[in-house]
């Protein structure tokens, strides 16, 4: 589990935030931030004052790495490169998370370790990750700025020929009632951009493999565009299916038989493929994975129930 609540003993009496900077080897910041969240507790209550003094018995609720065994595939003293199972989250979106990426990372590098962009959980592929704060904060605006370029690749439903590109602008939803998208096209939304190249097309499976390259980086941007486009990424439980499968996959309520059928693929079938970036050299990254051999996870086209939009 990675949230742990562990037992210390306080030998002489000091402020909590500077207890936590040396158990734990953090900043102020750091220490400042576990007291606000309430994960330093006396008698079961949570301290909340920073500077309040204290001794004696106390517990700490912290994140403790366990690590799974991945390695990166490509690391140096500042930053490494991971691929990112499906089905695994990048950071844990609640205490109770047993795995994450965040694992691995913390695992080989420490407290001060991080990922420095999301990836969703159904997506495989690509992730970058901090050794340090630096490397963090340097990575982190590179992103922003945009000069960190990304290509993935996506399993998509129908035949694609041509390259195409979609700009269209994308919207956050605020209402779950009627569709279950988390983002959707509208020209009141932020202005969005992505490149799309057919690679090949299977006949049986009745889906094209395609390149996909975001000039911006919007939620669900790849999949919103290529729903729009009337060829939603196979295996998406979101974007090309009902509300019905949706909700159900939403609730944890569909199996992976009606997933198959109901979505065209048993996961998201997309695929963060490269990075390319400078930090002090230039970096090309391609991922190793066979993702586009993946044909066992798609479901043949007569089989197929989804409702194609």
Not at 82 to 101: A, I, Q
Not at 263 to 289: E, Q, V, W
Request: proline share 4%; glycine share 6%; with cysteine.
């Amino acid at each position: 589990m990675p949230f742990v609540k562990e037992k210390f003993h306080v030998k002489h009496k000091m402020p909590a935030f500077l207890f936590i900077m040396r158990q734990f080897n953090f900043t102020q910041g750091q220490a400042q931030r576990v007291l606000a969240k309430g994960r330093l507790l006396i008698d079961g209550e949570s301290i909340f004052n920073t500077g309040q003094s204290i001794e004696g018995e106390v517990e700490v609720v912290y994140f403790k790495a366990a690590s799974q065994g991945r390695r990166p595939l490509f690391s140096n003293r500042d930053f490494m490169i991971f691929e990112k199972p499906s089905g695994v989250l990048v950071h844990p979106n609640t205490m109770s998370t047993p795995y994450s990426m965040l694992d691995e990372i913390r695992h080989i590098s420490g407290d001060n370790a991080n990922a420095t962009h999301r990836i969703d959980m159904e997506t495989s592929g690509l992730l970058l990750a901090s050794k340090h704060k630096k490397a963090e904060a340097h990575l982190k605006n590179s992103f922003e700025a945009k000069t960190i370029k990304k290509s993935y690749l996506a399993w998509v439903d129908g035949r694609l020929n041509e390259p195409f590109s979609v700009s269209e602008k994308i919207k956050i939803n605020n209402d779950y009632s009627r569709v279950k998208h988390k983002v959707f096209i509208s020209d009141a939304g932020k202005v969005s951009h992505t490149d799309f190249v057919p690679l090949r097309y299977n006949e049986t499976l009745d889906a094209t493999l395609v390149a996909c390259y975001p000039q911006t980086g919007r939620t669900h941007q790849i999949r919103v565009h290529l729903f729009h486009v009337k060829h939603p990424i196979l295996g998406d439980p979101i974007y090309g299916t009902t509300f019905d499968t949706a909700n159900r996959y939403l609730e944890d309520e569909i199996s992976e038989e009606e997933r198959f059928l109901e979505t065209g693929a048993r996961r998201l079938m997309l695929h963060a493929h490269t990075l390319s970036f400078t930090y002090g050299n230039r970096f090309h990254i391609k991922s190793k994975s066979d993702f586009g051999q993946m044909y066992d996870l798609i479901c043949p086209k007569d089989e197929r129930t989804f409702n194609k939009k």
